[in-house]
């Protein structure tokens, strides 16, 4: 019942700079962790970046000093600033919202955003 929508990939050239956009809409409630994800074509998704209800952030090694995610409460919109970027970060970006209480859960994804670095 939440429905995540997420904007800002693209093409880029090394070195440039991005930042993506994922709305939540629908039911929510209790969220547990807001984060973004990345697959490249034949590799595991792996975590990029996340942000707990608390406000702890996780960074993959690859990004830490380059990436920064951000949350927006009232907007129920997380953010992922991306600078300095580099081929190897080319991947399609996925959102990813958990949330749970007593009796219900959700884990939402987003649609995918492709982003590509390249010269």
């Known amino acids: 019942q939440v429905q995540l929508v997420e904007s800002g990939g693209g093409l880029v050239q090394p070195g440039g700079s991005l930042r993506l956009s994922c709305a939540a809409s629908?039911?929510?409630?209790?969220?547990?962790?807001m984060g973004w994800y990345r697959q490249a074509p034949g590799l595991q998704r792996e975590l990029v970046a996340g942000i707990t209800s608390g406000g702890s952030t996780n960074y993959a090694d690859s990004v830490k000093g380059r990436f920064t995610i951000s949350r927006d409460n009232p907007k129920n919109t997380v953010y992922l600033q991306m600078n300095s970027l580099k081929p190897e970060d080319t991947a399609v970006y996925y959102c990813?919202?958990?949330?749970?209480?007593?009796?219900?859960?959700?884990?939402?994804w987003g649609q995918g955003t492709q982003v590509t670095v390249s010269s």
């Open positions: 629908g039911t929510i409630f209790s969220i547990s962790f």
């Open positions: 990813n919202v958990r949330g749970a209480d007593s009796t219900r859960r959700y884990d939402s």
